[in-house]
């Protein structure tokens, strides 16, 4: 009988043994899945980031490649306001129609850098060239815009290229 209770003892510590053992390897295995689960999260999060800058950049590709299409409907605009005046009604439709562009731009995060008469700044203006000019208060102001930049969010994906007043 004293032997059935060693037996029986050894039994029980073994299996006590073997009970520590699944639980430390199952610990192990939650713990493993838990690191697994934030990797997987970050992942995500991380490929919404990227697709999302991704979509950015092609935005901003197609507003490069359409800027010179713009800059020449704003300049049409102009020539237009200058022969036909603003009460015809041919201008003020095509006005409406740039509106409506700006508008577009505006709602896709874009914003146009026209710095007419404004001081010149490196980091939203590119210069074409400069023009002495007589009067002090245009030096160092941009005293025609060759071609509007744009921002998208608040970055310049296009400096205006500007002549300014030297």
Known sequence: MIEDISRANEVIARLKKALNEKNKES???RNDYIYLLADFENFKKRSEAILNEC???????????LSETINE???FKEALLKSLGHDNEFVKGFS???EKLQKSLYESGFSLIDPQNQNFDPRYHH????QKVDDD?????VIKVLSKGYMQNG????????VVGV
Do not use: S
């Open 155 to 162: 970055k310049v994906i296009k400096p205006a290229v500007v």
């Open 55 to 65: 979509r950015e950049e092609g935005k901003a590709d197609i507003v490069i490649k």
């Open 96 to 98: 409406m129609i740039i």
């Open 27 to 29: 610990a192990q295995a």
């Open 73 to 75: 409907l704003f300049y």
């Open 137 to 141: 208060t245009l030096k160092g102001k």
């Open 127 to 130: 210069i074409a060239y400069t």
